[in-house]
């Protein structure tokens, strides 16, 4: 099993629909969870943390957090072309370490 | 905001070259760095945590005396990649912590290595 989990997509969503991207992670013990975007050829920025069960809102981007089920999403709403990317569910173990997933490629059609 | 800064952007060499890449922080102190590699499609694998001061930590399978890295100050830290060969060639990506354990990291541009 993974550390972290995501489903590599491609995920494609209309523009102004409403993407959803879900992470699992194994480590029960995890506290701190990151969702960052990551443009072809760049290197990933972050777009949202959460440290606490349940939701975390931001513009149009709402993290949500659910510890029992080892689960954390990323909701963004009306979505835009320019939020077309690769989305990285990322972890913190031990020291500082992140464990990323491998990705969801999010395609938002004009 | 905090920055890091990785230079260079791009390097293309020959095989059996060293390259150094360099990563620094712009307006905050880091005892602490790390440097990940990324292959394409694939996601983003720590490669080793360096440390100021002391040696770095590598992770399982990433040889060290291949990768070297160097924390000489609270701001720079160096990966030299020795004696590059073609599979070595991949996007290597630095970042630093900027407050406590659990917050957000901020990454470096990256550096595109290609090795002929």
């Known amino acids: 099993q993974k550390e972290v989990e995501q489903n590599s997509g491609p995920l494609s969503v209309p523009e102004g629909a409403i993407a959803s991207l879900n992470c699992t992670y194994s480590d029960r013990g995890s506290q701190s969870f990151f969702w960052y975007r990551q443009y072809s050829g760049k290197s990933p920025e972050l777009i949202m943390f959460i440290y606490s069960n349940g939701d975390k809102e931001d513009g149009r981007f709402t993290a949500q957090l659910n510890k029992a089920s080892q689960y954390v999403s990323l909701l963004i709403r009306d979505s835009q072309p320019s939020d077309s990317a690769t989305y990285l569910c990322a972890v913190i173990q031990g020291a500082q370490k992140l464990v990323f997933g491998q990705g969801t490629r999010l395609t938002i059609n004009p | 905001g905090a920055v890091v800064s990785q230079h260079p952007s791009w390097v293309i060499c020959k095989s059996g070259t060293s390259v150094k890449i360099e990563c620094r922080s712009l307006d905050f102190q880091a005892t602490t760095m790390f440097w990940y590699r990324q292959f394409p499609k694939q996601s983003l694998m720590l490669m080793a945590t360096?440390?100021?001061?002391?040696?770095?930590?590598?992770e399982q399978g990433v040889e060290k005396d291949k990768f070297l890295i160097n924390h000489a100050s609270l701001t720079l830290s160096t990966l030299t990649v020795t004696s590059a060969h073609p599979e070595d060639s991949s996007f290597y990506i630095c970042?630093?912590?900027?407050?406590?354990?659990?917050?957000?990291?901020?990454f470096g541009d990256g550096t595109r290595l290609s090795i002929l």
């Open positions: 970042s630093a912590p900027t407050g406590a354990s659990n917050q957000p990291q901020h």
């Open positions: 360096s440390n100021e001061g002391s040696k770095a930590t590598y």
